[in-house]
Each structure stands twice: as C-alpha cells, then as structure tokens.
C-alpha cells in the first residue's frame, strides 16, 4: 500500500489497471519492467510489487520523499512521529523551507502535509511553495514505521527520477516495458484546482502524451493511459483501444462536484 494520500491517484482502478500489468507479461515481449511516468504516490507500483521499475514525477520533493524513505525509513519515521497534528503546527511546518530542515525531516515534513492537508492535494503557488490549507485532522493518520519499513523494501527495487514525462521516458523506454501513464487532466474550461502547482501538464502536452504513446508501441513495450473521457483525448482514444470506466472524484473543492465521473483507459494491449 502506499503511504501517501494523492490527489487524482487511481485507487478505484487498481483491480483493473493490475489485470492489463498481467496481460501484458503473458505477451511473448514482456520483460517485466514497470514504468510510471506521472507516478505521484504510486498506488499502482505498491499494489503490484515488480521487481523492476522506474519512477517518473515532475514534483521534486515528492521524489526526494521516495528517495529518502528507500533509503532510511526508520530515520524518516523517527523525524515523522517528532511532529504534532494540529492546525497551528500545520501552518507552522507549512512554513518551514528546506534550509531549515535535514534531508530525513523535509521527507517527514513532505509526509505529514501530504497526510493533514485538504483532501490529500498538491498545490503550489508561482514561487513553488505548497499552499494547501489544513485539512482538519480527517486524513486518516500519520504512516507508521513498519508501513514505510515495507515502502521501502518495495521502493529498492524503484529507480526515481524527476522531471518531465516525455523527456524522461522517450530515451529510456525499452522492448517489453509496461507503461501507466496517468497524467493531471489537462481540460479546456474545466478547472480542477490546478492540483499540482502552475503550468505542469496542460492541454498543448496531450500530443506530446500521444507521441509517447507511440513511441512505446513502436519500441514494442505496452502502455495504459487513464484520463477523463473528453473530447481533448479523442484522437489518442481512436487511436488504440479503450475502456470506459466511472470513478467517484474526491478531489472537487465543492462537495457537490465529486460526482461519479467517466473516464478512459487506453491502451496497446
Ligand atoms: C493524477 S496524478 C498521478 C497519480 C498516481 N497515479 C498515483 O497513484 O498517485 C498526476 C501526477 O503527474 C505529475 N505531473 C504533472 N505534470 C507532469 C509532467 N509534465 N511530467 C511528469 N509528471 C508530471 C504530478 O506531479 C502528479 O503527481
């Protein structure tokens, strides 16, 4: 299981998206390599284990979070338990920045908005501080050792890297590999809070995701795509094969708007 609450993260899908990861290794191309291109918490990777994987997000402190707690998850749980929920030292440890911090306690520092802030969101504002209000102590608890104890072993078999989808995957994708790629839902007229801080993944990429996809089949590696269904995805959907599935969105400000929602897979399988 991952230890992060993400915005926008598949969990609802996760039976159907292991299916394709399955179908995909009994292809005669399958090498067993698992790739995630928009990982965030990477409740796809937890659930299937791989033994090999890369992991790509743009968001650099949730990679250092990965990173560090691959590495030295006691530490990281030992700075983690050392902070109190509450809201006067949320906004407190919101206000922290990285000088003030080891590398151990920005990971915890990650961990603990991530798990007491509203709705599990990622926002940043133009200067790349996360601005997310408190979320009022709803969010299910702070992670224990032994859960990122387990993380961790399941992280060691992770390389994580961060930046931009298209650069990172187009170079290193190979014969055999699967790839789920779950972008932010980039719609024209439709705002879904710019979840993930400015400018990150916006309509002008959909053909850049297109191209990869592309690129992917040409290499002979698999890919899924989940999106909503849209009319800006339409040409990716004609393309290959899909799926149409509904999901519950939790991630709506408004309660009103977190409505069943139909959305799509896509895929070369
Ligand atoms: C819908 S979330 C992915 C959720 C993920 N599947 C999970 O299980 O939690 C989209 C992710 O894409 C990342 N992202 C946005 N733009 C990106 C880009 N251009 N390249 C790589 N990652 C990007 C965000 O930081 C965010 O973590």
Redesign the pocket.
Known sequence: M?FLR?????KQLLDTLSCCWHASNCTDQSNGRYI?????????FFRLQPKSALL????HD?QHCMRRVRNSPRKVSEALQKLTCSESEYYRIRSQTRDDLSANEWAARFIYLNRNCFNGL?RTNRQGRFNVPYGGGRSGGIPTEQTLVDASRILKKATLLE???FEQLKPRVGRGDFVYL???YAQRNVNLDNQ?GPD??GIQ?VARLANLAQTINEKKGHFVISYAACDEIEHIVKAWTSYEVTVQRTIAANVAHRRPAKEVLITNI
């Open positions: 991952t993400w915005a926008g993260s598949k995630e291109a928009f990982s965030g918490s990477a409740a796809l790509v997000d743009v968001n949730l990622y930046g931009d989808f779950d972008p932010p993930y990150v993944f990429d």
